[in-house]
């Protein structure tokens, strides 16, 4: 979808639970899985977000989403760099003689060690960039 400009990827959901500022929503599943008959299910199971607002109930259907760029660059953040991260390791480690198994059981830990480091930075408010999310009441 095009908003002011931007695309956006989007999706609908039930809100299902409220805590303070958090909410948790049935996503459900969008028009790319209709042509997909790997699953049968009518939602994708349940996501939590960050929401400070409060103007949604439970049992209100909400439409979230988020910009493309921001998608790629938390997909690129989550997918792609951790392998990159895995394979400096690897051959980082190389340079000092270390035996085989120790390259790859460093390289492997390299990838918690990443994936501890994002947890980390989001939770501190670095990568502000993850909380893009954008949610509204759906006006039936």
């Not at 989403?65 to 989550?78: P, Q, V, Y």
């Not at 501190?124 to 509204?136: A, C, D, Q, S, V």
């Amino acid at each position: 979808d095009l908003f002011l400009g931007v695309v956006w990827m989007k999706n609908k959901g039930i809100v299902k639970k409220i805590n303070e500022s958090k909410i948790t929503i049935e996503i459900y599943k969008d028009l790319n899985c209709s042509s997909c008959s790997s699953c049968n299910k009518k939602s994708h199971g349940t996501q939590t977000f960050f929401y400070d607002k409060n103007d949604l109930s439970l049992g209100d259907i909400v439409i979230f989403s988020i910009e493309d760029k921001n998608l790629l660059k938390i997909s690129f953040l989550l997918y792609i760099l951790p392998i990159f991260f895995m394979i400096f390791v690897y051959i980082f480690t190389s340079f000092f003689n270390t035996p085989e198994k120790l390259k790859i059981l460093l390289s492997f830990s390299s990838i918690v060690i990443f994936y501890f480091i994002i947890y980390l930075l989001e939770k501190k408010e670095y990568l502000n960039f993850l909380n893009t999310i954008k949610i509204e009441k759906e006006i039936l």
